[in-house]
């Protein structure tokens, strides 16, 4: 086997450090091809050239990197990532630490092969794969009387995530006959690419000023993908249950666009967005998924910021939504409903100038600092214009800026918690400067909470002596359990553990903190 012999040896170990998973036959089938010598000389010449790159493709096979199928439909996207993006995502998938540790492994290997059969080694190191070792090091699950548990079968894994989704379809929360009424006010729902309460944790950035606005605050609100196109079309349709991840671009549910019901109770409904919407077909999901058809607000007569990941230019947030009021406050109508889409925040945007000195994660904080600086900003010229606000801020996912062994920095290919648990607010103008009381709300949410308190909003307007408490808008909000989906991944929380399931395959306990 010679040199492949350090090859099995290195997966081996990956395996059992939980970097990598280890498919048994795949791997068995390719050392057998590599051990067997009874073959004439062409085929062995032919082995020798075939050999690398089938051993590349395995180990990818077997890495936590998104499948190769959904990679190569998305090449398109890819090339029109910047340059200095490939260069950015190249130095992340380069890690120096592990290269080092890799290259002291090969010295000692190359020693003991001197004196040891490594080709034996490595086979006994495949073997060991098939022993129950790895579920040893899985955590011991207890009841509530501190029992040792088992853990569930896939087959009530399956059978739960299915029940979940049977469920989901028959929970709605809008009420499409009501006609709004009393006071007049706007609903504004800011969506905001790449931030979850992981990130703002390790940017320190969890008790932002701009949260003590918020009236309501959702400490446990999942977004259900860490894709921004998935969550985006969640999200426009909140007003129903959540839906399998493989119903989101099929047409939507009666009843379900949050938008279109806000229209039919009186709302006009406008769009805009700090970019261009181009990218994956961004602004078509937002109009053909999400029933969003009005008319894009001219973001272009505002100030770029940043140059995105795909090139394109991004607008100051402030400038776009201050330039949207103005020309809201010049309008007649009554009541307007704004979706706005901002992705400062997103994974690889750089300075203008092209600065070379600073990649998008060392820059992240600081955009983070600036959007909320910005709404923070508008929030205050919205309040002093005197017109009632419903302000949703509601982000999509967040941007895994975090470190961990299950995937590269950015990269959201697991929909893990520390991805989807974003941090929801829900702020109100108001003419006095009286200190915001902040409730918060803990159990399990989604979108249709999002749309729950919107449809009582418009029912009982949250504004003047005759609102209701916010005990009352409170009152059986919908909970809605952990499951989140991207197209080959599925999370889901059964029990106090959270499950990780990829291609259909089968399940496996998953760690959040790793």
């Keep these: 086997m010679g040199i492949w012999s350090f090859y099995f040896i290195i997966k081996i170990i990956l395996f059992y450090t939980g970097y990598i998973?280890?498919?048994?036959?795949?791997?068995?089938?390719?050392?057998?091809?590599?051990?067997?010598?009874?073959?004439?000389?062409?085929?062995?010449?032919?082995?020798?050239?075939?050999?690398?790159?089938?051993?590349?493709?395995?180990?990818?096979?077997d890495s936590q990197l998104p499948p190769l199928r959904n990679v190569i439909p998305k090449i398109s996207q890819l090339l029109d990532f910047s340059f200095?993006?490939?260069?950015?995502?190249?130095?992340?998938?380069?890690?120096?630490?592990?290269?080092?540790?890799?290259?002291?492994?090969?010295?000692?290997?190359?020693?003991?092969?001197?004196?040891?059969?490594?080709s034996t080694i490595a086979v006994i190191a495949i073997m060991s794969t098939l022993l129950?070792?790895?579920?040893?090091?899985?955590?011991?699950?207890?009841?509530?009387?501190?029992?040792?548990?088992?853990?569930?079968?896939?087959?009530?894994?399956?059978?739960?995530?299915?029940?979940?989704?049977?469920?989901?379809?028959?929970r709605t929360a809008?009420?499409?006959s009501q006609k709004?009424?009393?006071?007049?006010?706007?609903?504004?729902?800011?969506?905001?690419?790449?931030l979850a309460w992981d990130d703002l944790k390790y940017i320190k950035e969890e008790n932002n000023p701009l949260f003590k606005r918020f009236a309501y605050l959702f400490t446990n609100f999942n977004s259900a993908s860490s894709y921004s196109g998935p969550s985006i079309i969640r999200l426009l349709r909140a007003s129903h249950g959540q839906q399998d991840q493989r119903d989101l671009y099929k047409p939507a549910v009666d009843g379900s666009l949050l938008f279109n019901n806000l229209n039919k109770t009186g709302y006009q409904v406008q769009l805009?967005?700090?970019?261009?919407?181009?990218?994956?077909n961004l602004l078509k999901e937002i109009r053909n998924e999400g029933g969003m058809s009005a008319p894009l607000f001219d973001n272009t007569q505002t100030t770029p910021y940043l140059k995105g990941f795909d090139g394109s230019q991004v607008y100051d947030d402030y400038s776009v939504l201050s330039n949207w009021w103005d020309a809201r406050m010049k309008s007649p109508n009554e009541r307007v409903a704004l979706f706005y889409n901002?992705?400062?925040?997103?994974?690889?945007?750089?300075?203008?100038?092209?600065?070379?000195?600073?990649?998008?994660?060392?820059?992240?904080?600081?955009?983070?600092?600036?959007?909320?600086?910005?709404?923070?900003?508008?929030?205050?010229?919205?309040?002093?214009?005197?017109?009632?606000?419903?302000?949703?801020?509601?982000?999509?996912?967040?941007?895994?800026?975090?470190?961990?062994?299950?995937?590269?920095?950015?990269?959201?290919?697991?929909?893990?918690?520390?991805?989807?648990?974003?941090?929801?607010?829900?702020?109100?103008?108001?003419?006095?400067?009286?200190?915001?009381k902040t409730h918060l709300i803990e159990h399990p949410t989604s979108y249709l909470a999002t749309s729950d308190l919107?449809?009582?909003?418009?029912?009982?307007?949250?504004?003047?002596?005759?609102?209701?408490?916010?005990?009352?808008?409170?009152?059986?909000?919908?909970?809605?359990?952990?499951?989140?989906?991207?197209?080959?991944?599925?999370?889901?929380?059964?029990?106090?553990?959270?499950?990780?399931?990829?291609?259909?395959?089968?399940?496996?306990i998953f760690d959040a903190n790793d």
């Design 272 to 280: 805009a967005l700090n970019h261009d919407g181009k990218f994956d």
């Design 342 to 436: 901002t992705i400062s925040l997103h994974d690889g945007n750089r300075a203008l100038d092209g600065s070379k000195l600073e990649n998008s994660v060392e820059t992240y904080s600081r955009r983070t600092q600036k959007l909320l600086s910005d709404l923070d900003r508008f929030y205050t010229k919205v309040n002093n214009s005197g017109r009632q606000v419903v302000i949703v801020f509601i982000p999509e996912h967040g941007a895994a800026i975090r470190r961990n062994k299950n995937e590269i920095v950015g990269m959201r290919e697991i929909p893990s918690p520390n991805v989807t648990n974003v941090p929801v607010g829900i702020m109100f103008t108001s003419k006095t400067d009286t200190p915001v």
């Design 180 to 194: 709004a009424n009393g006071t007049p006010f706007d609903i504004l729902v800011i969506n905001v690419c790449s």
């Design 21 to 61: 998973n280890f498919h048994f036959f795949v791997n068995t089938a390719f050392a057998l091809a590599l051990i067997f010598s009874n073959a004439s000389p062409r085929l062995l010449q032919i082995r020798k050239w075939l050999a690398p790159p089938i051993g590349i493709l395995i180990f990818y096979f």
């Design 454 to 508: 919107l449809s009582k909003f418009v029912s009982k307007p949250p504004f003047g002596s005759a609102a209701p408490t916010s005990e009352t808008y409170l009152k059986n909000i919908p909970a809605t359990r952990f499951v989140a989906e991207n197209e080959d991944a599925v999370i889901m929380k059964f029990g106090s553990s959270y499950y990780f399931r990829s291609n259909d395959i089968n399940w496996n």
């Design 174 to 176: 809008f009420n499409r």
């Design 84 to 118: 200095q993006y490939y260069i950015e995502l190249l130095t992340r998938i380069v890690n120096w630490e592990v290269l080092a540790a890799l290259l002291v492994l090969y010295i000692v290997y190359h020693f003991l092969s001197k004196k040891l059969r490594m």
């Design 132 to 170: 129950p070792l790895r579920a040893n090091m899985l955590p011991v699950i207890y009841d509530a009387d501190g029992q040792i548990i088992g853990l569930p079968s896939d087959i009530e894994l399956t059978e739960s995530l299915d029940g979940f989704f049977i469920e989901e379809l028959d």
